[in-house]
C-alpha cells in the first residue's frame, strides 16, 4: 500500500501545485495530507472543481482535481466544453467506486463502465498500482505536457492508505 | 435601464489589464466587440463555469484584481460557487452580474432571478461588499468602489433585454486561452 504523504510528495514532485476537488473515502488520506501541508482548496462540485483548476492552469499552475467517478458524469460538460476544446490540461484524481461491482449499489454502474466512459471523453486514463506508480506518475506529467487536455489518473480502494485501514 | 452592452462598456472603460473571465453565450460576444483585449477570456460553452474559472485566477494571482462578467442564468447554474467564493474570501475578486432574467442567448426564456435576488445570495455566502445598481451613475461609483476595497465583491446591475449586433467570439477557444496565459503572466 502506498502511504498518502508519498503519494502527494510524487505529485508535487511532477510539480503539482494546486489541489481542489470533492471528496472520497478512498481519497481521504491524501486529502488530509493535502490539508495539513495547506495545499486543499475545497469545492462544493466537480464541475466547479475542474473550473477552477482550468483558471489555476491559466495562471501559471499544475492543477490536480480529487474525485469520486460519479462526479466524472457531473463535470463531463465543464471537461469537454472548457478543458478539452479550450487545451486546458488538468490531473484528475478519481476514485473507483464500484471496481469488480464490489461497492453499494449506487456505484455499480459507474463502476463498471468508468474506462469506457473515460475513452468516449476522449480523456487518457491509467489506473495505479503500488508496482508501477512511478511509471504511473510519470506517464500523467507526460500525458498533461504533451497533449494538453485532462488525464487521469484512477485509485482503486487498497492501493492508497486511506484514513480507515 | 441599461442594456448589458451599455454596462459592460462603462466597466470596460474603468478596466486597463485587468484579468476578466466573460460568461457564454452574448455576454462573452459583446465583450469582444466593445473593447476586444487579449486580458479577456471569452467563454463559449461550459454555462455556469465563469465564476469558478476566475476564482482558479485569483486564488493563483493574488496580487491582480479578476474581474468576472456573469448572468443571471448562469450565476444560477452555478450557484454553489457563490458558496466556495464567499468561503474562501479571495479579496481579489470582483463578481459582476448582469441581469436581465432571461436566458437570452436561447430565445428570452425567462430565470427565476425576478424572485431570487443573486446579490443577497452572495452576501449570505460570505462576500463582503454587495450592492444591485440600475443606474449608469451608480455602476461607475460601485464598480470604481469595489476596485479599491478587498473582496470577494458582487455587483449586480439590472439590464434590459436588448443584445449587441456582435457575432461570434472569433478567435479559437486554444487560441483565447493561450492569449489570455500570456496576458496575465
Partial sequence: MIESDAFVQALQDIGVDFFTGVPDSILGGIIAELMERRLYTPAVREDEAVAMAAGAYMAGKIPAVLMQNSGLGTSLNTLISLNYIYCQPCILIVSWRGHGGKDAPEHLVMGEVMPQFLDTMKIPHRTLTEKTAIDDLKWVAETFMKKRIPVALNITKGVIKGLHP | ????????????????????????????????????????????????????????????????????????????????????????????????????????????????????????????????????????????????????????????????????????????????TKRFMQAIK
Wanted: some cysteine.
Fill in chain 2, 1 to 176: 435601464m441599461l442594456s448589458r452592452a451599455q454596462a459592460m462598456a462603462a466597466l470596460l472603460e474603468l478596466l486597463t489589464d485587468q484579468p476578466v473571465i466573460i460568461c457564454n453565450g452574448f455576454p462573452s460576444r459583446e465583450a469582444q466587440h466593445i473593447a476586444d483585449r487579449p486580458t479577456h477570456f471569452y467563454m463559449i460553452g461550459s454555462m455556469g463555469s465563469a465564476a469558478a474559472i476566475a476564482l482558479g485566477v485569483a486564488l493563483s494571482k493574488p496580487k491582480k484584481h479578476v474581474i468576472v462578467f456573469d448572468g443571471d442564468g448562469n450565476v444560477l447554474m452555478g450557484m454553489g460557487t457563490l458558496a466556495t467564493v464567499g468561503a474562501l474570501k479571495p479579496k481579489n475578486f470582483i463578481h459582476v452580474v448582469f441581469d436581465n432574467e432571461v436566458y437570452g442567448t436561447t430565445g428570452n426564456q425567462p430565470t427565476i432571478s425576478n424572485v431570487v435576488p443573486l446579490e443577497k445570495v452572495a452576501k449570505a455566502a460570505g462576500y463582503v461588499h454587495v450592492e444591485r445598481v440600475r443606474e449608469r451613475e451608480d455602476l461607475v461609483y460601485e464598480f470604481k468602489d469595489m476596485l479599491t476595497k478587498d473582496g470577494p465583491s458582487m455587483l449586480l446591475v439590472k439590464v434590459n433585454e436588448m443584445v449587441e449586433d456582435a457575432g461570434r467570439v472569433k478567435l479559437d477557444p486554444p487560441d483565447i
